[in-house]
C-alpha cells in the first residue's frame, strides 16, 4: 500500500475498533473519575497501617482496586513505609499497583476481549502475592536489611506526629516535622520522615457536582486523545511493516516472541491509554496474546515512572525483586497464556 492508501486504512482500523469497544470506554471513564474523586493515597496507606495482618494479600488486593499512577503508587509506600510494616506488603503493591486497576480491566476487555481481560487483572493478583512472598523470604533470611531509602523504616519514634502522605509532595517543609535521615548515594541529607504515632479520624469526602463534571471532562478526552492517537500510530506502522515480520518476531509458536515482548515492554511502554492500542494494532497483525500480555506487564511495571518512584523509596535489592518478578513473572505468564488459550478454544 502507498501511504495514503496506508492513512485510509488506519483511519478506518481505528473507527471499527472504537465503535465496537465505547461503552466500555465510556465504563472506564466513569470508574476512573469515581476512584480518583472517591479514593486518596491517604486512606489507602492508613488502611494499610492499620490492618497488617494479612499484609501481602490486603496490600495485592488495593493494589488493582485502586487508580493510582506510578506518583500515588509511590505515595502510598512511603506511608506504608511511615511505620512498621514489612517489606513483603510493599513490595506487593509495587509490583501489582501499576499493572491494572478496574476501570483499565474494562478498557482492556473493550481492546482485546475479557478473557484477555480478566487474564490480565489475574496475573496482576499472582505477581503481587509473588513479589510480596519473595521478599518475605528474603527478610527472614535477613537481606533487605537497610534497603529503605529512609532510614528510620522499622524503627518509628512514638514521639512523631503524622504527616499526611499527599503533603509530603506538595509541602517539602512538612518533611522537616521528624528527625529521620533520608540517605542518598553519596550525599547526606537530612530530611524527616513521617512516622504515625495515631491516626486522625478520616473526614468524609464530599465531592460537588462541578468536580464530577471537570474530572470527567477531562479524564475522557485524554483517554480518547491517547486512544485515537495511538491506534492510529498502530494502524499506520501495520500498514508499512510487513505482517510476516511482525509474525516472525511475536507469532504463537515462536520460542522467542514472548521473552522479546517481555524485554521490549521495558524501555518501549508509553502509558496504559496509549500502549494498549497501540499493541491491539500489533495484534491484528500477527502478534499473540501472549507476547501482548508480556509486553504490558513488564511495561507498566518497569515504565520510568514506576521505577524512578520505586528508587526513591528503596534499594537495589528490593527493585531487584520487584523487576525481577515482573519480567520473569511476564515470560512465565505470557508463554502459558499462548500454550492454553488454543486448548481451551
Known amino acids: ?5 496506508t492513512f485510509l486504512f488506519a483511519l478506518g482500523k481505528v473507527w471499527e475498533t472504537f465503535s465496537g469497544l465505547w461503552l466500555l470506554l465510556l465504563l472506564s471513564v466513569v470508574i476512573s473519575v469515581l476512584l480518583k474523586l472517591y479514593v ?9 497501617r ?19 499512577c506510578s506518583c500515588g503508587t509511590t505515595a502510598v509506600v512511603l506511608g506504608m513505609m511511615a511505620s512498621t510494616i514489612p517489606w513483603a506488603p510493599i513490595v506487593a503493591f509495587m509490583v501489582a499497583s501499576p499493572l491494572t486497576s478496574p476501570q483499565e480491566l474494562f478498557y482492556s476487555a473493550g481492546l482485546f476481549g475479557w478473557p484477555f481481560a480478566i487474564t490480565f487483572f489475574v496475573a496482576s493478583i499472582i505477581l503481587g502475592l509473588t513479589g510480596g512472598g519473595i521478599a518475605a523470604f528474603a527478610e527472614s533470611k535477613g537481606w533487605l536489611a537497610n534497603q529503605g531509602r529512609f532510614a528510620s523504616h522499622n524503627s518509628p519514634r512514638a514521639d512523631l506526629q503524622p504527616v499526611p502522605v499527599s503533603e509530603t509532595f506538595t509541602q517539602p517543609q512538612a518533611l522537616l516535622q521528624g528527625q529521620a535521615q533520608f540517605a542518598t548515594q553519596g550525599i547526606g541529607v537530612s530530611l524527616a520522615l513521617p512516622v504515625i504515632a495515631s491516626e486522625p479520624a478520616p473526614s468524609k469526602k464530599v465531592v460537588t457536582f462541578k468536580q464530577f463534571t471537570n474530572e470527567t471532562f477531562n479524564t475522557s478526552w485524554k483517554l480518547l486523545a491517547m486512544f485515537l492517537g495511538f491506534a492510529f500510530l498502530g ?7 510487513p505482517q510476516e515480520w511482525i509474525k516472525t518476531a511475536f507469532g504463537s509458536g515462536n520460542v522467542f516472541s514472548v521473552p522479546l515482548a517481555a524485554i521490549l515492554g521495558i524501555p518501549f511502554y508509553l502509558n496504559t491509554e496509549a500502549s494498549m492500542p497501540l499493541v491491539k494494532a500489533f495484534m491484528d497483525s500477527g ?33 531487584a525483586i520487584v523487576v525481577g518478578t515482573l519480567v520473569a513473572g511476564a515470560i512465565v505468564l505470557g508463554t502459558l497464556y499462548d500454550l492454553l488459550v488454543p486448548m481451551i478454544a
Open 1 to 5: 500500500m502507498n501511504l495514503i492508501e
Open 40 to 48: 486518596d493515597q491517604d486512606r489507602v496507606a492508613n488502611f494499610l
Open 50 to 68: 492499620r490492618n497488617q495482618r494479612n499484609g501481602v494479600a490486603m496490600s495485592t488486593a488495593l493494589a488493582i482496586g485502586t487508580p493510582f
Open 235 to 241: 494502524y499506520f506502522l501495520n500498514g508499512l511493516i
Open 287 to 319: 502478534m499473540s496474546a501472549g507476547a501482548a500480555l508480556a509486553f504490558l506487564i513488564t511495561g507498566a511495571g518497569t515504565s520510568i515512572g514506576a521505577l524512578a518512584g520505586a528508587l526513591t523509596i528503596a534499594r537495589w535489592r528490593v527493585i
